[in-house]
């Protein structure tokens, strides 16, 4: 009698990348954020569980998610191409809150797009997914410590580069002395003024993209 085969329980990185549709390195950043389920083996190669893959695919938006990553734009939308704006990413919970920044973000004259997210999973896979130049993150995001999210991805050296404001309910003294975050992020207390919140994101790219000048 035939064997059926025997459907793996594991993937290697570069098997979990092709599945999920983005890079290796994203597998990897996944991995040590505890998104995906991995160990490595004695020769030190990782193996991801199957199942947390397929666990990630069921509870992300698809849009979230692309399946060839390398061949196609960085944005979703029709005939941007190459020619795409710079994106902000804003992990935030309030829907009503994101809706206004949907609508306000893209029509700035320094050029972005927005994605919102309202969980931590989903923004750490459009992280991976669609490479933001700017994230904008609720520190009170449900279910998880942003903070050391935020610390996690400035430390990680494929989204170290990743530009940061966080924006809290809570007040802002109070967050800078319980642990704080990385050097450099501006922290605004809810609800922010968009006026204040677009000078801010200009800044900071103005200030990081500025070239060296020779003396």
Same mark, same amino acid.
């Given at each position: 009698?035939?064997?059926?085969?025997?459907?793996?329980?594991?993937? %290697?990185?570069?098997?979990?990348?092709?599945l999920l549709g983005v890079s290796v390195g994203t597998i990897q950043l996944w991995v040590e954020n505890g998104l995906l389920e991995a160990w490595r083996t004695a020769?030190?190669?990782?193996?991801?569980?199957?199942?947390?893959?397929?666990?990630?695919?069921?509870?992300?938006?698809?849009? +979230?998610?692309? +399946?060839?990553?390398?061949?196609?734009?960085?944005?979703?939308?029709?005939?941007?191409?190459?020619?795409?704006?710079?994106?902000?990413?804003?992990?935030? !919970?309030?829907?009503?809150?994101?809706?206004?920044? =949907? =609508?306000?973000?893209?029509?700035?004259?320094?050029?972005?797009?927005? *994605?919102?997210? @309202?969980?931590?999973?989903? !923004?750490?896979?459009?992280?991976?997914?669609?490479?933001?130049?700017?994230?904008?993150? @609720?520190?009170?995001?449900?279910?998880?410590?942003?903070?050391?999210?935020?610390?996690?991805?400035?430390?990680?050296?494929?989204?170290?580069?990743?530009? *940061?404001?966080?924006?809290? @309910?809570? /007040?802002?003294? /109070?967050?800078? +002395?319980?642990?704080?975050?990385?050097?450099?992020?501006?922290?605004?207390?809810?609800?922010?003024?968009?006026?204040?919140?677009?000078?801010?994101?200009? $800044? $900071?790219?103005?200030?990081?993209?500025?070239?060296?000048?020779? %003396?």
């Amino acid at each position: 009698m035939k064997k059926s085969p025997v459907e793996k329980t594991f993937c %290697t990185t570069r098997e979990a990348s092709t599945l999920l549709g983005v890079s290796v390195g994203t597998i990897q950043l996944w991995v040590e954020n505890g998104l995906l389920e991995a160990w490595r083996t004695a020769g030190g190669h990782r193996r991801v569980l199957r199942e947390s893959i397929d666990r990630l695919i069921r509870s992300v938006p698809s849009t +979230t998610l692309h +399946t060839h990553p390398e061949e196609t734009p960085t944005h979703d939308k029709p005939g941007e191409g190459l020619a795409a704006k710079p994106l902000i990413l804003v992990m935030e !919970g309030d829907r009503a809150v994101s809706k206004l920044y =949907e =609508e306000y973000i893209p029509q700035w004259e320094i050029g972005f797009d927005c *994605v919102c997210v @309202d969980s931590a999973m989903a !923004g750490l896979m459009a992280i991976g997914r669609k490479k933001p130049e700017v994230l904008i993150a @609720d520190l009170q995001m449900p279910h998880v410590n942003m903070m050391e999210i935020i610390w996690f991805l400035k430390m990680h050296p494929d989204t170290s580069a990743l530009k *940061v404001i966080a924006v809290t @309910d809570a /007040d802002v003294n /109070d967050v800078r +002395t319980e642990g704080g975050l990385p050097p450099g992020i501006e922290i605004f207390q809810k609800p922010v003024p968009l006026d204040i919140l677009k000078a801010a994101v200009g $800044l $900071l790219v103005a200030v990081q993209t500025e070239p060296v000048v020779q %003396t």
